[in-house]
């Protein structure tokens, strides 16, 4: 039917209607939504003319499987009508038709809640609805109350649709029970109250410790045995009249199923269902259970054990029964102690305490770390049994950060294995490692999270570790929905009620990397950070894990070459935990192979050799990915600048080469240095020899190349920049043309530097400061820097790099022309004299000219040479062509053979030539004479003109005597409308 025109003249959209249909005469009916589209019969009637239309009925169309769940059949007349102005839904209760129905919404939970709205539009009381779970399953669900309350309610994006579980009921049994219960039986006592009633009085509730736990091994028979403490043992005596109790009924508590059941807004909750469950004894004792059992449970003897403490038991004989940190019920047997014992009593031994006991043994340096964690959860765990959940509405936790390779994993191991063994708490540890998850849906993660906080919360006190929660509760990127989604569930399980005796430890690379919602809420109150470990802690992990490898294989160690493990550390400076672990495996691998090849029979031994090989070509994880230059400048190239090199030595040099000694100064050391000077005076030099001499990470950077024409991503290049320096320190961070990115403040109609320059200073001081990165800035106009970062803390010490003097102009040319042949006869000390006003850059220039100069004569003289040569042999030499045996040649025949042979020798002939005169040169080393330098000179003018040197010199002894920014620069060399500065 068409009812579209005359709604769309009124301006009424029809996905704002809800339809009524009923039977002709009936009183009740559905509501239905409408798609404002007309049917196809209706169309085809229009199509044949008025007079079918107006004999023929309208028509409507409607799903088969819903029209037969409303009871409508195909061709059935019904009567619809129109409603306008129902109100949105806010909140809509349904409940499933049948189990069947629970479980595929449970299993296609996130799909029916994406596509609800577009198969349902109106709802009324008590009326059926049909959802599809993936366009195929049907789900049905019956409408239980609606708000606001009337006759029928639309549905919204804002209305929250809660759906009641149903589960599936078990059957009960039909006919007596017979003494021993079956499987299934015993399943169907855990939906049932307690039925253990061996004695009067209430039996006693204990926790089962793992047997790993006790420091002593236990001697027992094949009979299960319980072991308590002496006060628990008294407790029990108490219930059997105060006579010694050899025997008792041990029964498992099971832990509370979670029941998914929604509240009024819709979110699900959790309900502990009713918990005891019995226990299967051994099939041995079986019978004699049978026989003896006044209720349900395992007989097990009684044993004291001063190593268990207080409200704990250690159950042997049922480890495939009870697991650990298990909650069981202890009750008192009057039953007289069986007589079949086992002939042969057994000992068992408490396992090792597995990876975490050799994590333990290899971790070093983390001491003060480990002992922060485990004060942290101590006081948590005395605060909740104080004051009990009154402290916070939240689970406490805390946060271990640190880049990857740090070792989180394995202090976070260590921490917990800590409380695990700790005798004042015996903390359950329950590990996640959040890594395998990270593609998993949202609705699995929600669930996921609230499995883990019950099965920490029945096995309290425990720790539930969180291993990775960045990969999973990440901060907002492209998908920030989901991101966002994940969060406010890990808040709605984890902060929004706390739970006594459970507390949340999580790993991750850092705060930032995790949610802003997360930070935000103090679900951590405490967050420890795990830095690289230092010179004395890089020590103690080598040598713990080579004597690891030395204890556990055939590895022997020289002790004519004894490991120098104090070397070793100074060698791997910015080495984390997981790389010296990979450079100690590299080296004993290079033992091995050395062994098989000198001594195939023998057993490798592990020299200091071995470690040098395993360090080349090494890239340390923090330095994976990052760009570092290298450079083959020493301090023996550069000439002059004494005063600047020994600054640049004692700044970057020192602290690394004596770091015992600068490790005592109670002094902030510098971190920042401003290299200025004259065009071509060697700032960038000195960067260069810096790279190579202080045994430092090198990252160069020039000004303009962070430098962006969009908004903010400027400032983030110098973040990215500064965060390569911090993974790669101890690290220079070299900033050439400095003036370019940080000029004075308010100068720039743009605001592009004024924004740089506040993120370098907060990166160089500021809130974030630096740590082993140390930055050295080159420019030739330190009046254009803004004058914050010139002050102490940033850019400490400004290093003038002069002109050159004659002394230091004779030492640039001696070390310039150190790597080329120079004639004895050349004096350098009248080139130095002669050479006033030229700086490094214009005497290297001049030496390489001159040089260029041996070059050109050179080959001029060979190609001279050469052209004489073959011309001589074509005037001199003639071939002669002389036939032996065959057949007897004309004159005309032999000339034309002799025409072919000279062609043919002319050919190779220069070749020939050439290949001699290569090879007379490659053996002759060509001096540079006095003559190429003077010649050098004549066409060589200084760089830096006069005018412009007294015009920089102006502006540097101005700023020498005035770090105010506020001196007058000199005008240039016009003027008159010159812009002397970007102000």
Known sequence: ?????????????????????????????????????????????????????AEALDTIEIDPQIAQSYGFKDGATVEIGLVHNLPVATNVETEPLSA??????????????????????????????????????????????????????????????????????????????????????????????????????????????????????????????????SDDIQRLNSQNDHSPCAHAWLVRVRPPRLVKEFDKRGRPVEKAGPAPVLLQQNKQNEKKA????????????????????????????????????????????KEPEPSSRSSSPKQITPPDVGPAQDEKNELAGVDTLLNDCHNFFVRTFMQNETFGTAGGSYLPGLLLHGAPGSGRTSVARAVTKKLESDPSIHACIVYVDLAQMADQHTSVLRDKFKTWRAVAAWRQPSVLVLDNLDKVVSAEHADSSRARHLAEHFLDVFAESPAPGVALLATCQSPSALHPLLTTSHVFSHKV???????????????????????????????????????????????????????????????????????????????????????????????????????????????????????????????????????????????????????????????????????????????????????GQSEQSV??????????????????????????RGHDSTGVTDRVVNQMLTQMDGAEGLDGVYVLAATSRPDLIDPALLRPGRLDKSLLCHMPTSKER???????????????????????????????????????????????????????????????????????????????????????????VATMIATRGPKLACKQVRTSGEKARHQITLGHLERSLENHRPSVSPEERWRLQMIYDAFQSDRTGEHKVPPGLSGVGERATLG
């Open 719 to 744: 973040r990215d920049i500064f965060d390569r320096a911090s993974a790669a320190k101890p690290c220079v961070l070299f900033l050439d043309e400095f003036d370019s990115i940080a000029p004075k």
């Open 810 to 900: 004779r030492e640039i040319l001696q070390a310039v022309s150190r790597k080329i042949a120079l004639a004895p006869s050349v004096d350098l000390t009248e080139i130095a004299r002669r050479t006033e006003g030229f700086s490094g850059a214009d005497l290297q220039a001049l030496v390489y000219n001159a040089q260029l100069e041996v070059v050109h004569e050179e080959l001029a003289a060979k190609t001279q040479e050469l052209t004489e040569s073959l011309s001589t042999e074509r005037t001199e030499d003639r071939v002669k062509v002389q036939v032996v045996g065959g057949s007897v040649m004309t004159r005309a025949e032999t000339a034309a053979l002799e025409r072919r």
């Open 290 to 333: 049978e026989e003896k059992s006044p209720g349900p449970g395992v007989l097990a003897r009684v044993k004291a054990n001063d190593d268990v403490i207080a409200g704990h038991v250690v159950v042997i004989g049922l480890e495939t029964k009870v697991e650990e940190w298990d909650t069981v019920l202890l009750s008192p047997s």
């Open 529 to 711: 950070q795990l830095r690289a470990p230092d010179k004395a802690a890089r020590r103690d992990i080598i040598s713990r894990i080579v004597s690891r490898r030395l204890a556990t294989s055939d590895l022997s160690s020289d002790p004519a070459k004894p490991l120098n493990f104090v070397a070793l550390a100074t060698d791997t400076e910015g080495y984390s935990a997981t790389d010296l672990q990979d450079l100690v495996g590299r080296a004993v691998h290079a033992a091995a192979v050395r062994s098989a090849t000198n001594d195939p029979n023998g057993a490798p031994v592990l020299l200091p050799a071995d470690f040098a090989q395993a360090q080349e070509d090494f890239v340390p994880l923090t330095l994976r990915g990052v760009k570092l230059q290298k450079s083959e400048v020493s301090w023996s190239d550069i000439g002059g600048l004494h005063e600047t090199r020994r600054v640049l030595r004692e700044t970057l040099e020192w602290p690394t080469k004596y770091g015992a000694i600068f490790a005592k100064c109670p002094l902030r050391l510098r971190s920042g240095l401003l290299l200025y000077g004259y065009p071509g005076c060697g700032k960038t030099l000195l960067a260069s020899a810096v790279a190579k001499e202080c045994g430092l990470n090198f990252i160069s950077v020039k000004g303009p190349e962070l430098l962006n024409k969009y908004i």
């Open 1 to 53: 039917m068409s009812l579209y025109g005359p709604l769309a003249a009124k301006q009424v959209r029809p996905q704002r209607l809800a339809v009524h249909i009923a039977l002709p005469g009936s009183s009740e009916g559905v509501y239905v939504g409408w798609t404002g589209m007309a049917s196809a019969s209706s169309l085809s009637k229009w199509q044949h003319g008025a007079h079918a239309a």
């Open 100 to 229: 069947d129905d629970w479980e595929i919404l449970e299993t296609h939970a996130g799909d029916v809640e994406q596509n609800l709205l577009s198969q349902v539009r109106a709802v009324a009381v008590g009326q059926e609805i049909s959802a599809w779970a993936l366009g195929r399953s049907r789900v049905q669900l019956r409408v239980v109350s609606i708000k606001p309350e009337g006759q029928a309610v639309l549905l919204g994006p804002d209305t929250e649709v809660a759906i009641a579980p149903k589960t599936r009921q078990l059957p009960k049994p039909s006919g007596p029970q017979s003494k021993k219960p079956s499987q299934s039986e015993s399943e169907l006592l855990a939906n049932q109250d307690s039925p253990i009633k061996a004695t009067d009085s209430a039996p006693l509730s204990l926790r089962v410790l793992p047997t790993r736990l006790l420091p002593s091994s236990i001697n027992t028979d094949s009979e299960v045995e319980v072991h308590l403490s």
